[in-house]
């Protein structure tokens, strides 16, 4: 459903921040207050992918938000959940459900994502390899930036929602998710490849990639909040490389983001992530959090509440 469209006022940054802080905390204690969690160490990646899956069973909930800044038109609030679970060891599932504000103009449902990970070998190698497969239908003003492909660019989003909604996209993904973890670094790269179903549309190109790392390696014999193996830091680069027609840098946007993770014993992780565009092309800034919380044998109990017959 669409909001009625604020004031053509645009309202300062600080406000604007302030009420994409309400919208995003609201939407997420509602959703997280639900779950009873297990403990988990989560990466502090918001783009890029790690090689580790969900634990067979398991059900993580995250809601994730950005807020960005436009040049050529009204800056804009976009936010998804996340449903992931684990199916078994080498398969994980997961939905994503979208929507936008953009300043005065309206607020959105823009679509939803099915995404599928399969890791390609069962034990730890220097290199781990995970196929990704993601269907996605959204609309054009989907604002979530959760991968920059092709040459996506700033201005493409400038234009108001009720233009950018008539645009419908029903897109096939594929990622190569390349990780390796050695003395508690983790670095990951992740070719990403997207078609348009529509026949007439070319293949899309694009990356991402991170290094991490806690900031304790050793486990304190004691819970606590703030012990340096609870945070996770880290950066990201990602951006787009073309199209089948037009491949390589013109016309493409790139962000260099500095990341963070805190894994409360609570269960809870909340993740940190500013991003800096690298040209012209792209937006200026993208400030996105995310919070997180995981909880075990969720799939057992859905069995239970069946009488056992999944």
């Known amino acids: 459903m669409t909001a009625e469209p604020a004031s053509n006022h645009t309202s300062p940054l600080a406000s604007r921040l302030v009420r994409w802080s309400c919208y995003s905390l609201s939407l997420a204690v509602f959703a997280l207050s639900l779950c009873a969690a297990a403990a988990a160490q989560e990466s502090p990646y918001i783009v890029t992918y790690d090689h580790y899956m969900e634990e067979p069973g398991n059900l993580e909930v995250e809601y994730f938000s ?4 436009q040049r050529g038109g009204n800056d804009f609030h976009a936010f998804w ?8 060891a080498w ?17 959105l449902f823009t679509g939803f994502r ?30 979530i930036l959760k991968e920059v492909e092709g040459h996506d660019v700033e ?8 233009q950018l909604r008539k645009e419908h996209d029903h897109e096939l993904e594929l990622k190569l998710l390349l990780s390796s973890t050695f003395k508690g670094w983790n670095v990951a790269l ?6 348009n179903l529509s026949p007439s549309e070319p293949w899309e190109f694009a990356y991402a990639a991170g290094a991490s790392r ?17 945070f996770i830091v880290g950066a990201e680069l990602y951006g787009g490389l073309g199209d089948a027609r037009n491949p390589g840098l013109p016309n493409t946007s790139h962000y260099l983001a500095p990341v963070a993770a805190w894994n409360l014993p609570s269960d809870w992780t909340l993740r940190l992530s500013s991003g800096f565009g690298l040209n012209d092309h792209s937006h200026r800034l993208l400030l996105r959090w995310g919070i997180s919380r995981e909880f075990s044998g969720f799939g057992d109990m859905v069995r239970q509440l069946f009488g056992g017959r999944m």
């Open 190 to 195: 992740n070719p990403i490849f997207t078609k």
């Open 81 to 88: 959940m996340e449903f992931e679970f684990g199916t078994t």
């Open 91 to 107: 398969w994980t599932t997961e939905v994503y459900v979208d929507g936008q504000t953009t300043f005065s103009d309206s607020t």
């Open 155 to 162: 201005s493409d989003f400038s234009e108001s929602n009720g």
């Open 114 to 143: 099915l995404e599928n990970r399969l890791r390609l070998l069962d034990r730890e190698h220097i290199v781990n390899p995970v196929l990704y497969i993601e269907y996605e239908q959204t609309s054009g003003a989907d604002k």
């Open 66 to 69: 950005t807020f960005g800044t």
């Open 214 to 230: 806690p900031l304790g390696l050793k486990a304190s014999p004691e819970r606590c909040n703030f012990c340096p193996e609870n």
